[in-house]
């Protein structure tokens, strides 16, 4: 097989990057190559020229779609090809959830080593409107090869940012955003207003939105190369984001008023492929903007995680807590708490909640976010779990929180350390509730739960994140 040579291919799977996968015979040894290709979708037949060759695989680009798959659709946004975020939009939303259905299913089954798996696995919990469903945007900004400012996303797998004046997954008002952070970048028309990732100059690396979207309420924070913006910089900024928030709410784009609630900027002054810095400025307005899961308040700063999706959070965390078979009274740990959302929830069916978080601005809101709802029964420790855990376990002098009746976690991608594991396994609940956003370390977990005597039990699949290829996962396990 050699670079550049075209071959037809049918396309009979697909990866865990959305990308479709073929095979070629190698005429010269007659051996099978996996052929991975971007774009294209089980069931094409498709023309693709080899852009890389491996040992045993290769890499190939669509040139021509020969047939087209049957579950191939026209994507809503004319940059979705070009565009890193949303690379299932050219794939129907049915097939789309049936992709991360079997994505789980396959970990579970391969890494996780539990057979007959679907049986205990729910239908895929998808989305009515797929579509403009983001609480949060982060929008590079750089320039292109005219010098021009662009704002938009990552291309695929690069740094290179494809322009964008609409997104069909954010919310609408950041079209709005984007328009008038034109204006403000034609207002400064410095060379050094855009960042250069190259040569690391420049002032704004990325634009960060936030939409309460119960309550309206719009966070807006440039994340920039120095410790402050100029007087006329910020006066201006807060000017023209006011003038796009009332242009959107007079607009027919507008099902909700948006109330601008706060402007800030992030310091971010290394070179690192991290969005944020460690510090934020109020710029104008308030620190944070308040958002609703349920009947719970929450306060939220650019710093502190927050689920992305509002309506899949909601159904994310009922389905924990119909996992977690409360009846009132049960002692439960939240691990990875982030500001408190799953912790808070569950504090209405438990007797006691204790939440842990690495982030200590996320537990201060947490803390911050119990008082406010007038939540007594949640206690919140700041910490790595894996080592505040243990730590809590060996010292404890009480039982209380030692040997819990539900555990919930919901790790980063990386899932949880093994000592976690080893330590959730000598607190021994009756009831383990794992909600991951990765399901092959979901997987890896499970697998070393399930030899410590856990097991699982039900699985509910969540598409929390509409035409990408992500997938949020809710386990229940059982001692
Ligand atoms: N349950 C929360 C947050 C989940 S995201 C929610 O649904 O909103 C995972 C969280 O784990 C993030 O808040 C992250 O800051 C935190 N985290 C990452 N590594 C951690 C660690 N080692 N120990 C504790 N928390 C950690």
Redesign the pocket.
């Given at each position: 097989m050699i670079k550049n040579d075209c071959y037809e291919v049918y396309i009979e799977d697909i990866g865990n990057d959305g990308e479709g996968i073929g095979h070629i015979e190698d005429r010269q040894n007659g051996k099978s190559f996996a052929l991975f290709v971007k774009d294209t979708l089980i069931g094409d037949r498709a023309l693709v020229r080899i852009i890389k060759v491996k040992k045993t695989y290769a890499y190939g680009r669509v040139e021509q779609i020969i047939e087209s798959s049957p579950y191939r659709v026209h994507p809503v946004c004319e940059k979705a090809r070009s565009c890193g975020g949303c690379s299932l939009m050219h794939m129907s939303y049915d097939k789309q959830l049936e992709y991360k259905w079997n994505k789980v299913k396959s970990c579970l089954e391969r890494i996780g080593g539990i057979s007959g798996v679907d049986a205990i696995m729910e239908p895929p919990y998808g989305m009515e409107l797929p579509y403009f469903y983001r609480n949060k945007m982060q929008l590079p900004v750089g320039r292109d090869r005219e010098g021009r400012i662009v704002i938009g996303f990552y291309a695929g797998r690069t740094h290179s940012i494809v322009d964008l004046d609409k997104c069909h997954i954010g919310h609408p008002v950041n079209d709005y955003i984007i328009k008038y952070m034109r204006k403000w970048f034609r207002k400064f028309d410095r060379e050094d207003i855009a960042y250069s990732e190259e040569s690391h100059s420049g002032l704004v690396r990325h634009i960060l939105t936030r939409v309460g979207f119960r309550t309206g309420e719009l966070m807006v924070c440039l994340v920039i190369n120095k410790d402050e913006l100029g007087k006329s910089e910020g006066e201006s900024l807060v000017c023209l984001l006011k003038e796009a928030v009332k242009e959107y709410n007079t607009s027919k784009d507008t099902e909700q008023e948006i109330i601008l609630k706060s402007v800030s900027i992030n310091i971010n002054k290394e070179k690192t492929n991290r969005i944020l810095g460690s510090h934020c400025k109020v710029v104008w307005g308030r620190s944070y903007i308040q958002d609703y899961i349920g009947d719970i308040l929450f306060n939220i700063s650019p710093m502190?995680?927050?689920?992305v999706n509002p309506v899949q959070?909601k159904a994310?965390?009922d389905k924990a807590i119909e996992y977690a078979e409360l009846k009132g009274g049960e002692t439960v740990w939240?691990?990875?708490?982030?500001?408190?959302?799953?912790?808070l929830c569950l504090a209405a069916y438990a007797g006691k909640v204790f939440g842990?978080?690495?982030?200590p601005q996320?537990i201060e809101d947490a803390k911050e976010n119990a008082r406010v709802n007038g939540i007594e029964n949640a206690r919140f420790f700041c910490?790595?779990?894996?080592?505040?855990v243990p730590e809590f376990y060996r010292e404890a002098d009480s039982d209380e929180g030692k040997h819990p009746d539900v555990i919930?976690v919901?790790?980063?991608r990386?899932g949880c350390?093994k000592v976690?594991l080893d330590t959730i396994s000598f607190m021994a609940p009756d009831r383990i509730v794992y909600?991951s956003?990765d399901p092959a370390t979901l997987a890896r977990d499970v697998k070393i739960l399930s030899d410590k005597g856990y097991r699982p039990e039900k699985v509910a699949v969540f598409d929390a994140f509409c035409q990408g290829t992500h997938v949020e996962t809710v386990v229940q396990l059982s001692h």
């Open positions: 502190s995680f927050y689920q959070t994310i965390y939240d691990m990875y708490c982030g500001i408190g959302t799953i912790s842990v978080e690495v982030v996320a910490g790595k779990a894996e080592e505040v919930v919901d790790p980063p990386k350390e976690l909600v956003c």
